[in-house]
């Protein structure tokens, strides 16, 4: 039997899972294939961590380095440290015997144990798993789909005061951006002061990049865009990515919290630090080590009062619970908040729940140029119109940890001023900066065989859509410089006769597509590993919806298939209504269209006409499932998620019934008339679950039989999964 991995993994499409997964064997196992879990779930890795299960993790590592690995990848959490000590929690209440985290490490074992749990933290899974580049793009019936049926965009006001804020490239990662390509493979160390902070293992022909984002010039940059936000009269908003570039950014954040909040940081100044309060950490946890304390109502009051003096007002994540942007550092994650900021007219939510205009405040102007565009672009021209807009398909640099992406274990907040030095092993002084204490310096990498290999998946879906395609590399700066000569050398060993293959800024490339996505047009944009990320939910949340809805296909570069589902997260807040009144609205989409894809490599590496005609049966299935609406409603009492799995067999079911595979039509012949003649018993048994409590007895692990029970209520339904 063939095997299709099919991760394990958190929140809302864990919770999901339970019901699809029975479901999808039931199908597949009828065409010799298996689909089995692989447990790579924050719970999972953490137990894995301390000993106590298997490290499925670091398995997969292994099988996606060979040529018939085939993964079905769902979102996982990437925790914050917040994240990670609530799992830790709630393990240690489901009776594991397994440490806390220890924050401020007194001893080597607390060291140690803090070094195990920090595997588990920030984006720990995706580096490891995407071992080849990103292709995401909107299935042709999918973008159709939201054309005929568009979700809502908010118009922008007429001069709309909505814009973004970055630093104009003096003393950010930008500005301070210098890049060689390393001639040979050879060590290299990175130092301050001559004192070694790590060395690493350069390969010949790989890019490397040293910059540093200057802390006197952010704070700076912070008080400016406070000031000016008040004179505007915008709401002020910070946009980061902490999970992801988990050593930088959750710094920046805790710079932004302190120059927020400067007054009330000062004066209570040896109270956090008595407490151990870790701005970078965010409010919640800052309001957790006050809890108790002598002071603990003065210095909430202090906050409060800040927040209704004369300050701008600042955007809040859930104004209901009064949780603002600072909260966490992962609460506001840049792909994710900015394409709303942009679908909701430029606006984000006030203490009242009010939708006022805003800036957004993204320090690093590598990106932010990118954004603020975005917003200008809106602003001047209106918001877009899902109904005639084109299409944004993207080709990412991403294999083998490229570029900021896989910059963790070289990035330093810097313990003293001085210079930082990258040296190979005979020598040569690569780069040098000249920093000052606490500033953040980073190195940043992108492997010759993933660029290569880049430039040959965008020939190739250039040469498949017959559109234009945009490197998005400014020459300017200095990475992109090189990546240039490098990606102009490797065009010339492909055939691109008749292409259109375009150098861009991050400026004119945002302007050039979005001029053709006014008029309808489609352009691939060809990225490094951040605008990547930030392109495929900004573009596909305005045009579909959801980045949920995507194709994010991982051509592996040993020969396999990795499938992600969509280009977003793990929608916590899902998981919050489900739990209140027993409906998910998470859709499930995108695991139907990377089941379809995963199943189709299979079946073009095996020429196996029973797999062909599972597949096609799915593509139709998933044609109806779009054609006829079935996503799951967002209000407890109508067809959730369930129901949505409940569609999609009963589609796929009858299209293999009337397909030309003769065996598969029989066998499934029954199976699609039961699934039709009992349509309205299944889902009142679905629809008779919805506005009551669950107890799954846990979040981050739940228990299987409970979460399966409570997904899967439907004994009609179940019952006919089992006869396949
Ligand atoms: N590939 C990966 O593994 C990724 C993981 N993450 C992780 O996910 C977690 C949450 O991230 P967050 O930034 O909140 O973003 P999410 O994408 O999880 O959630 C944002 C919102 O998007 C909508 N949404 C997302 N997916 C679906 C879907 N399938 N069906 C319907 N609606 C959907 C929901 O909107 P609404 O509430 O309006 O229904 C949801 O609340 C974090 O821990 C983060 O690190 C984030 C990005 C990628
Ligand atoms: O791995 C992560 O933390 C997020 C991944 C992500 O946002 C993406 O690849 O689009
Ligand atoms: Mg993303």
């Known amino acids: 039997m063939s095997k299709i991995i099919w991760s394990k993994i958190d929140e809302a499409p864990a919770l999901a899972t339970y019901s699809l997964l029975p479901i999808v064997n039931a199908f597949t196992k009828a065409a010799g294939v298996e689909v089995v879990l692989s447990d790579i779930s924050l719970a999972g890795r953490v137990l894995a961590a301390m000993g106590l299960a298997e490290d499925e993790l670091s398995k997969l590592g292994e099988v996606v380095l060979q040529e018939d690995a085939n993964i079905i990848k769902l979102p996982n959490i990437s925790a914050s440290v917040g994240q990670l000590k609530d799992c830790i929690a709630e393990l240690q209440g489901q009776g594991y015997d397994i440490p806390n985290y220890p924050e401020n490490p007194a001893n080597d074992s607390e060291k140690a144990i803090q070094a195990k749990y920090s595997t588990c933290l920030g984006s720990a899974v995706n580096p490891v798993l995407r071992e080849g580049n990103s292709d995401r793009r909107a299935a042709v019936a999918v973008k159709n789909f939201a054309k005929k049926n568009p979700h809502k965009l908010r118009a922008f006001s007429e ?142 009051a202090a906050f409060k009062a ?179 000569k490098k990606v102009k050398k490797y065009l010339a060993d492909f055939d691109t006769n008749g292409l259109d293959i375009q150098f861009m800024n991050v400026t004119d490339a945002t302007r050039f597509t979005n001029a053709r996505i006014r008029q309808g047009l489609n352009t691939i944009a060809v990225t490094g590993n951040v605008l990547r990320d930030h392109l495929t939910d900004m573009y596909p949340i305005l045009e579909l919806g959801t980045s949920a809805k995507m194709l994010s296909i991982v051509p592996l570069l040993a020969g396999g298939g990795l499938y992600e589902t969509g280009a977003g997260g793990s929608a916590p807040k899902h998981v919050e209504q489900f739990l209140k009144e027993g409906h998910l609205r998470w859709d499930s989409l995108g695991e139907f269209l990377a089941l379809a894809e995963s199943l189709r490599f299979l079946g073009h590496k095996h020429s196996d006409a029973k797999l062909s005609a599972l597949t096609a049966a799915l593509d139709k299935a998933n044609e109806g499932y779009l054609d006829n609406s079935k996503e799951p409603s967002r209000k407890a009492g109508e067809p959730d998620n369930k129901a949505s799995h409940f569609y999609l067999a009963q589609y796929w079911a009858k299209a293999l019934a009337e397909g030309d595979n003769a065996e598969l039509a029989a066998k499934f012949a029954p199976v699609a008339k039961a699934l039709s003649e009992k349509e309205d018993q299944i889902i009142s048994e679905l629809l008779a679950v919805e506005g009551k409590a669950q107890n799954i007895g846990g979040y981050f692990h739940p228990n299987d039989e409970l979460a399966q029970k409570a997904m899967r209520p439907s004994a009609t339904l179940n019952a006919i999964i089992e006869s396949i």
């Open 159 to 300: 001069n709309s005061k909505a814009y973004v804020a970055h630093m104009e490239g003096n003393g950010d990662f930008y500005g301070n951006e210098k890049s060689v390509t390393s001639d040979k493979d050879q060590k290299v160390t990175i130092a301050l002061n001559g004192k070694e902070l790590t060395t690493i293992k350069a390969l010949a022909g790989e890019v490397l990049d040293g910059t540093f984002m200057s802390v006197a010039a952010l704070k700076a940059f912070y008080k400016k865009t406070i000031e000016d936000a008040k004179a505007n009269d915008v709401l002020w908003s910070l946009h980061l990515k902490a999970t992801m570039m988990k050593i930088s950014d959750p710094i920046m954040f805790g710079h932004g919290f302190v120059a927020f909040f400067e007054d009330v940081f000062a004066k209570y100044a040896d109270t956090f630090k008595e407490l151990n309060v870790n701005p970078n950490q965010g409010m919640s946890d800052l309001e957790k080590k006050i809890k108790g304390h002598a002071k603990e109502a003065e210095i909430k």
């Open 306 to 484: 800040a927040l209704d003096s004369d300050a701008p007002k600042l955007a809040m994540v859930d104004s209901d619970k009064g949780t603002t942007n600072f909260n966490a550092s992962n609460d506001v994650i840049i792909d994710a908040s900015m394409p709303v900021v942009v679908r909701e007219g430029g606006k984000q939510w006030d203490r009242t729940g009010a939708a006022v205009e805003c800036v957004a405040v993204i320090p690093d102007s590598t990106y932010g140029m990118f954004h603020a565009e975005m917003v200008a672009d809106c602003v001047k021209n209106g918001q877009y119109d899902v109904t005639t807009m084109g299409t944004m398909q993207n080709i990412g640099l991403m294999a083998q940890k490229a570029e900021e992406y896989g910059s963790h274990p070289t990035t330093f907040e810097l313990a003293e001023a001085g210079t930082v030095t990258v040296t190979t092993e005979d020598g040569k002084v690569l780069m040098s900066f000249e920093c000052e204490a606490g500033d953040i310096w980073r190195m940043s990498r992108a492997k010759d065989i993933p660029i290569k290999d880049w430039v040959r998946l965008t020939v190739e879906r250039t040469r498949i859509e017959g559109i234009p395609a945009v490197f998005w590399l400014d020459e300017n700066r200095a990475h992109d410089a090189e990546m240039i």
